[in-house]
């Protein structure tokens, strides 16, 4: 979150996640997920298939909740929220 020039990305329940539209693909956050998880738009065709669902995630992650695009996480609460696919993603 700290290498995110524009703060879009926020934090929910299990995962923390991209607001798109307010994304500028700038990729300074893909080196250092942690858990390897973040493609640049223009590249996720190099994702693993089980992530090919995720772009559609993040994206309903903030119609779902309400969040919109509130321009930038630090003016909103964090969620103890996550989208239904990712609430039912396997632990472990
Ligand atoms: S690619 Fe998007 S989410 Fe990642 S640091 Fe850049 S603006 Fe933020």
Partial sequence: MAECPVD???IGGRMLYIQPDECIDCGACEPVCPVEAI???DF???APPEFASFEAVNAEF???TGLGSPGGASRVEE???DHPLVA???TG
């Fill in 44 to 46: 996720l065709d190099l």
């Fill in 79 to 81: 969620l103890d929220e």
């Fill in 8 to 10: 879009c990305i926020y």
């Fill in 39 to 41: 493609y640049q738009e």
């Fill in 62 to 64: 903030f119609d779902r």
């Fill in 88 to 90: 039912a993603w396997p």
